[in-house]
């Protein structure tokens, strides 16, 4: 199994752009995690998904985020507009809490808003 | 709300020295409890999980973490760390709730060689 996949692995952008992420979670997998980690507030869970649909949105920061998930397979996190406080390194999990709640992360997107 | 906390921020050893790591957690049910290790510009990646049974739990890498429910406590410990183990370490709990794992804020290690 390849993982889970994300793109970009680093993204940079000028202030006021919309910024995609994209997380291909591992096959069979049916729930899926988006965070945000910087040094100044360490790990956060923006969202998570089960079965396609959203769960909990709390740590969304706010309007300017959103995170949508049309199939199984594939998942979106947008910024629009993107901001400077928005740089930062993005997470994308998925597990299969019916088996073990283990978490498995991507790669990570490292984001960088000039 | 539930919570984890892990009691350093960051930890300097020298290489050969034992190390431990306090986690505990606020939570009155049936947990799981993880481990999960960053090395610097990695993503996070599993070290070690409890789920029932013995709770003393061996991971990778020469990892052990026990369980101690009483204490609502999962701490860390390996007898001699290296170099390579420099990395942030975070714990995290499951409380049954769709999944989701509550981490807590991590803890830096930093060996020297």
């Known amino acids: 199994d390849a993982g889970v996949i994300q793109s970009p692995r680093h993204e940079v952008t000028e202030m006021g752009q919309e910024v995609t992420l994209r997380c291909k979670p591992i096959?069979?997998?049916?729930?899926l995690f988006w965070y945000r980690q910087t040094m100044m507030r360490g790990l956060e869970l923006l969202i998570y998904?089960?079965?396609?649909?959203?769960?909990?949105d709390s740590g969304m920061p706010e309007d300017r985020f959103s995170a949508k998930m049309p199939n199984a397979s594939f998942s979106t996190l947008k910024i629009q507009p993107s901001e400077p406080r928005d740089s930062a390194v993005y997470f994308c999990?998925?597990?299969?809490?019916?088996?073990?709640?283990?978490?498995?992360f991507g790669p990570g997107t490292r984001l960088t808003v000039t | 709300a539930q919570s984890v906390s892990q009691h350093n921020h960051h930890v300097i050893l020298s290489e050969a020295a034992s190390l431990e790591l306090g986690c505990n957690y606020s939570?009155?049910?049936?947990?799981?409890l993880f481990w999960y290790v960053q090395y610097p510009g990695q993503h996070l990646q599993l070290l070690l999980k409890?789920?029932?049974?013995?709770?003393l739990v061996k991971g990778i890498k020469g990892f052990e973490a026990e369980f101690i429910k009483s204490k609502f406590s999962f701490n860390l410990r390996k007898p001699s760390v290296q170099w390579s183990d420099t990395a942030e370490y975070f714990c995290?709990?499951?409380?049954?709730?769709?999944?989701?794992?509550?981490f807590g804020q991590g803890t830096e290690l930093s060996v020297k060689p």
């Open positions: 096959s069979g997998h049916n729930s």
């Open positions: 995290a709990v499951n409380a049954h709730q769709g999944g989701k794992l509550i």
């Open positions: 998904f089960n079965n396609n649909v959203p769960i909990d």
């Open positions: 999990a998925s597990s299969f809490p019916a088996a073990s709640y283990e978490q498995y």
């Open positions: 939570y009155g049910g049936t947990v799981n």
């Open positions: 409890y789920f029932s049974g013995d709770p």
